[in-house]
């Protein structure tokens, strides 16, 4: 009973995340131990289901694809979401500095906790570490590109979002920013729903192809990886979350937007008239990271933030000697 709770705890933390800007899933899977076990079970959709469905019907197909383990992890990755819809996006529209700094307070100490895992540091090994942060940071300062509805482009972005789900670090929405493609696939999925039109589940059906390709193909690299260098992915991975750091600092000002509905992107030239703007029709695609006096987003909230940071390190600290004992 233990283990299921444990489980679903987890699968909650990691739905909060996916409903965070710029947190990945991953890194939440990574920090509660079971990063290694969610690959694997990712990958084990293909061959090895098909073949236990083939040997022993319905119970070798669960047995095969660890259904257990999903189950509550996925259960408690919905009320995570559900969660993080009504209570993490309060805190965002509300107190995101606080919240913030509570991430990044997170990913710090997941850092060193992932790091202590490799065995001896060597000179390949912080070459790969600092590979991973020139990685994850150029991906949080990368200028977006125009998307396309080429069923090709669509394929590709699915591909590649879905992978970043798994990475740590790499937040998959704004792999999708990125690309262009972050409002088309909002826009296709509020016309689809509205309309129900064939057009619009053509490109989500296309979309969802290449998630699912990414998923399968993805995590069986990753698997791969782990087993036969474990040491280096470790590296690589806590280079990721040290990069993404710049992604998460409490203190950014809006620097461009994007127009949810035109696609159009905008520079914020006037920080005063900011909080004028209708927040659900736009997209923050660019910040600027600054001290906190020279915050200008509203109340830097300096003393809650730091207190916010350090409850996020040791929280994880106290989670880590949790899941040893």
């Given amino acids: 009973m233990n283990n299921k709770l444990s489980l679903v705890l987890k699968g909650a933390a990691m739905g909060i995340a996916e409903v965070i800007p710029g947190v990945s899933g991953g890194t939440i899977a990574f920090i509660t131990g079971i990063y290694e076990e969610l690959i694997h079970t990712i990958k084990s959709f293909g061959p090895e289901a098909f073949l236990g ?17 999903l189950t509550y992890l996925l259960g408690g990755m919905a009320m995570g979401i559900l969660v993080g819809i009504f209570g993490v996006t309060y805190l965002l529209d509300h107190y995101p500095e606080p919240l913030w700094g509570f991430f ?49 482009y669509i394929f590709v972005a699915g591909m590649i979002a879905i992978s970043a789900l798994m990475l740590p670090g790499v937040s998959g929405s704004f792999i999708l920013l990125l690309m ?20 619009s589940f053509f490109l989500l059906a296309i979309f969802g192809s290449g998630c699912l390709v990414g998923l399968l193909g993805f995590s069986r690299i990753l698997s791969w990886l782990f087993k036969s260098y474990k040491n280096l992915s470790l590296a690589l991975l806590t ?18 937007i994007l127009n949810k509905e035109t696609g159009e992107r905008l520079k914020v030239l006037d920080l005063t008239n900011y909080s004028q703007i209708d927040q659900e029709s736009i997209k923050v695609i660019q910040e600027l990271n600054v ?25 994880v600290l106290v989670l880590e000697k949790s899941t040893k004992a």
């Fill in 180 to 199: 262009g493609m972050y409002t088309i696939i909002i826009n296709t999925t509020k016309s689809f729903i509205s309309n129900q039109d064939a057009g």
């Fill in 239 to 256: 280079g990721f979350l040290i990069g993404a750091l710049n992604k998460v600092w409490p203190w950014r000002n809006v620097s461009e």
């Fill in 53 to 69: 469905f083939r040997e022993n019907g319905i119970s070798g197909f669960w047995k095969a694809i660890n259904g257990k383990f």
């Fill in 291 to 315: 001290v906190p006096s020279s915050y200008m987003m509203g109340d830097p909230f300096v003393i809650i933030t730091i207190l916010c940071t350090f409850a996020g390190f040791i929280g």
């Fill in 104 to 152: 990044f307070g997170l990913i710090v100490a997941s850092a060193i906790v992932i790091g202590k895992q490799i065995d001896a540091w060597d000179i390949k090994k912080v070459l790969v570490f600092l590979v991973g942060v020139l990685i994850a940071y150029g991906i949080t300062v990368i200028s977006p590109s125009d998307g396309s509805t080429n069923p090709i």
